[in-house]
Each structure stands twice: as C-alpha cells, then as structure tokens.
C-alpha cells in the first residue's frame, strides 16, 4: 500500500499573521471558500478588517446561531393526511423534497457554514431518500442534521441512528428478537464513529445489532408512519458488547460505545473532517491533536474553531489544493459574482448537480461520496462546462448590466484590459494563475475583436457598449480554466 505524506508541515498552534505568510485577500477567500461557500468583494472585504481569530468565530458563529428551519406544515403527514386533504401524494411529496434541498440550497448561500456542514454531515451518517422516499422521514433526518452539526457528537450519533430514514435505510426495521440483522451495527461502527476493522470485532456487531432490536413498529402498520420502538421484538437477553455484559438496549449501546472507544471515535471522526476542509492527504500530527481536542467533550464546534485558526489551516500549501464539488461549483459562482439568478437556472439546481455527481440526500452507497478527485471525469467536467455556460449566457439574457458591474467592482472601474482581466479571474480561483502568459490569453479573449489602438490610446473604458459581451466571453474562457475547479 502506497503511503502518502503531507507536505504541509505547519501544526494546530493558532495563525499569527507575519511578513512571511500575511493576513491577505487570498487567505480570507481561503476561509470563505472552505467554510462556505466563497463570498462576493465587499464580504470578502469586510473580511479581511477582522483578524483571523474573529472572522473564523464569526462565521461558526453565525451557523450556531441560525434558527432552525422553521417546521414545515408537511413535517408529520402520512398517507392518509394527503388523502383527507385531497393532494396527489407523490406529487406532493416530490414537492416538499425540493423544498427541502432549497432550504439547504439558502442555507449555502446565506450562512454557509451550515449548508457545508448538512452535506458533510448527510454523506457521514448515509441515507439515500429514494429508498424511504417519504417526506416526514425527511424531514426528520434533517431536522437532526441541523440540530446537531456543530454540536455534541455522541448526541448525534444516538439521535440519528433511530430516525425512520436511517431504521429503513440500513434494515433497522428489519432487526427484531426473531429475525436478527447487522446491517445499522456493523455501519455504526465501521463507518459512523470507529472506522473499518478498528476496535471492534465481528461478535461485537453480533451483539449490538440484538441490542437495537426492537424499532420495528407503525401505526396500523401503514408505511407512511414514523417508525416505533415496542418491547415484543426487542432481544432481551444478555449481551456482550466490548467485555461488557448486561440486558443492554439501544442507548447502552451508544453509552458502552463512547466510554470505551472515545479515543478511537475523536480520531477517526477528526481525520473525516480534516480531509473534507483541508486534504485529501492527512497530516497526521494535526489529526491527532484534534482528536486530543475532540475527546474532552465531542463538541463539533470547538475541533472546528481549532482547525480554522490554525497555522496548518491558513498554510499557502493548504489553499487551491481540494477540487471543488458540483455545489460547490454552482454555488460558489453565484455568491462570487452576486449575480441575479433566473428562476429557472435556480429551481434546476438540484437537477443540475445531480447531473455532475452530487444529488443531494443521494449519496452513491452507505459509504457516502468520497469528493475530490472522484468529481473529476470526463464526463463530469464537460457537464461542468456547459452548466456554467447556460450560467453566463443567462446573465447575458437577463442581467446584462451585471456583467458590467462585476468588471468594474473587481478591477476598481480600471481601463488596462490586462487588470480587469486579472482581477475577474483572480476572485474565481484561489491562487493566482502561473503565469502572466495565462493572464495574457484570458486579456485577449477578453479584448475581443476592438481596435488594439483603443486600448492603446486609453480610448476604451468599462463603460463602452461592448463590456457586458466581452465579460461574457472572459467568463466562458475561465470556466475552462483547470484552476478554476479547485477551492
């Protein structure tokens, strides 16, 4: 097995800005665009006033304290509430599933720390709503989700795993005292808390999945319903889970699990983190002094605060090194640009994606997206592409003079085509391009056919009727730019 090792060396020691690696434009769109979603120039701007011990407390801040999405009408209804109000049930429940994912698609937008942390944590602890396909189920999955993102861990895992998305997922409500399956156990540990083969051993799934027996219940036995523990089919025997014995059930699973495997869990939880907000390759030392963290208290929030104001967070070898996911493509776009988006591109955003990879609460398997370099095919790049084209061409429709603002609010209303140019490319990719070549073909693109000797002369200006077309023409030269899809 080939072992890689991560060239950044810096450690969890708080960022102290220095001549050497200064508190700049580059690093405080480093913190946007890993904590969020990128952000457009006065954010960025409002950004770069605070120190970076206060803006990474503003942004996890800012998600702790966003209310709850507020319970939605649909939240508790079964088959037989649509009946008795007259709706098409899979009509409407196609319905209440977008509205769902548009919440999650605001939360992206608006405090973007949250919406990161719903699909991060949607693709840890895997359901896949095609297989319950119920919008109460979903609900209540993601109510925990938001409940819990930045908060106790042990709480979240004991939560999570008896929602009914998860008890149908992962054959929960198959698991009765008579018909024993493994399926939640073996999950809970080898990809919930502890990892594969670590700590655990085959007889202690064995005994853990007769002590999650018994949610196994609907009213009148409709589908529909929330799922229900009843003690008829739940294993009452003793049961041996890590050396210890005793009748235990459900929330002595979780309890057992904490108090003997914490070490393991923080470890194995922080090394997910980190690859998800840092790299693909782990930094060992900084994994383990997380985890240290972690284990005081599994709170969610403290390990994060941690991470993002670390020298290792803000190293120049961190930034520009993840690819980025197809939300973070759409998303980012649009909160860099600030442009106006049509109805249509947006309400097709979730379809969009999808397309590229990433449906979201559709995970591929139980093991979840493994992100990075598996957004990248041929395929899924040309997707990528065009997705970004209708993108442009809608702003060129739509919001023309959009484009003019952009140019002038990136380059500082400028009329050197090399600086606009320059400017607009440099808030799409997170480190400058190689070389001043590069930046000299998007100035060409950008130029378009006009007279050089306008430019020359200083005759052309941002102004000038063309401006609009020729940032579109800037912004389909960027888009397949290779830097342009890393974060």
Same mark, same amino acid.
């Given at each position: ?18 001549? %050497? ?99 991060? &944590? ?83 799934? =064995? ?51 904490? %108090? ?90 979730? &379809? ?36 970004? %084209? ?5 702003? &060129? ?69 063309? =401006?609009?077309? %020729? ?17």
């Amino acid at each position: 097995m080939t072992v890689f090792t991560s060239c950044i060396t810096t450690s969890l020691q708080p960022y102290v800005p220095s001549t %050497q690696n200064p508190w700049n434009e580059l690093r405080v769109r480093h913190a946007y665009r890993r904590l969020g979603y990128d952000a457009n120039k006065a954010t960025i701007n409002n950004g770069l006033a605070l120190s970076p011990n206060d803006l990474i407390d503003q942004l996890i801040d800012e998600s702790l304290n966003a209310p709850n999405w507020p319970e939605p009408v649909w939240a508790n209804y079964t088959s037989d509430d649509y009946a008795n109000l007259g709706l098409d049930f899979d009509e409407q429940t196609q319905l209440n599933h977008t509205e769902v994912m548009f919440e999650v698609m605001n939360q992206m937008q608006t405090t973007g720390l949250k919406g990161r942390l719903i699909m991060f &944590w949607s693709n840890h602890f895997v359901t896949r709503l095609e297989d319950y396909y119920l919008s109460n189920h979903l609900y209540e999955y993601y109510s925990v989700l938001e409940t819990y993102m930045l908060g106790n861990f042990q709480e979240f895992v004991r939560d999570i795993g008896i929602t009914s998305a998860m008890l149908i997922y992962l054959n929960g409500l198959e698991n009765t005292n008579f018909s024993p399956n493994e399926n939640y156990a073996r999950e809970l540990y080898e990809l919930f808390t502890l990892g594969v083969d670590n700590g655990y051993i085959q007889q202690d799934i =064995v005994e853990t999945s007769k002590a999650l027996t018994g949610y196994n219940h609907r009213l009148n036995w409709n589908w529909t319903y929330p799922i229900y523990f009843d003690a008829s089919t739940f294993d009452d025997s003793d049961k041996t889970i890590f050396e210890q014995t005793g009748n235990w059930g459900y929330d002595d699973v979780i309890n057992i699990l904490f %108090q003997e495997k914490s070490p393991l869990i923080a470890e194995y939880i922080c090394r997910k983190l980190y690859t998800y907000f840092v790299s693909a390759t782990v930094n060992e030392d900084v994994v383990t002094d997380m985890a240290a963290i972690f284990v005081q208290d599994f709170n969610i929030a403290n390990v994060l605060r941690a991470l993002f104001k670390s020298e290792h967070f803000f190293d120049s070898k961190t930034i520009g090194i993840q690819i980025k996911s197809p939300y973070d493509m759409t998303v980012s776009y649009i909160k860099a640009t600030n442009f106006s988006i049509h109805q249509d591109f947006y309400e097709a955003m979730p &379809w969009i994606n999808g397309l590229m990879g990433q449906s979201m609460f559709e995970p591929v398997d139980v093991a979840g997206w493994q992100g990075d370099r598996d957004w990248i095919n041929s395929s899924t790049l040309t997707g990528r592409w065009e997705i970004l %084209q209708w993108a442009v061409w809608q702003t &060129w429709d739509y919001y023309n003079e959009e484009l003019r603002t952009f140019a002038i609010e990136s380059s500082g209303n400028s009329n050197d085509p090399y600086v606009v140019a320059k400017s607009v490319i440099d808030r799409f990719v997170p480190k400058e391009l190689f070389s001043v070549e590069e930046y000299q073909i998007a100035t060409d693109v950008f130029k378009h056919n006009l007279p050089e000797n306008y430019y020359e002369n200083q005759i052309w200006n941002l102004q000038w009727d063309s =401006v609009p077309y %020729q940032m579109v023409l800037l912004l389909l030269h960027l888009i397949k730019i290779p830097e342009f899809q890393l974060k």
